[in-house]
């Protein structure tokens, strides 16, 4: 599970609690059909556009590269990813 805390200046704090369950199911709904084909026509357009070159993206590379970057975030319960703190006393933190 990740934790995401917040605290802001005037002593509010919030805790949101993100189980793993959802990042797989993120994960899936990202390497859907609908959105897939909705990512590569706007990276077809941005492309005619600009003349930047954009890499290929193939649903079949991201869908396990996600899946086992949530694997390895399960091997490293406990550490901390994110620690900031602000000059207006806003800190934010991300554990897993």
């Known amino acids: 599970m990740i934790k995401v805390k917040i605290r802001l200046e005037n002593s509010i704090k919030l805790t ?8 797989y199911f993120a994960s899936s709904l990202i390497c859907s059909n609908y959105v897939w084909k909705r990512i590569t026509r706007n990276m077809d357009n941005v ?3 600009t003349t930047r070159i954009y890499p290929p993206i ?3 590379l991201i869908k396990p590269l996600l899946k086992i ?4 975030f399960q091997n490293y319960r406990g550490t901390t990813i994110l620690n ?3 000059s207006d006393g806003t800190k934010v933190s991300i554990k897993l």
């Open 84 to 86: 900031l703190q602000a």
């Open 16 to 23: 949101i609690l993100l189980p793993y369950f959802s990042l």
């Open 58 to 60: 193939n649903k079949q």
């Open 47 to 49: 492309t005619m556009d």
């Open 69 to 72: 970057t949530i694997k390895e």
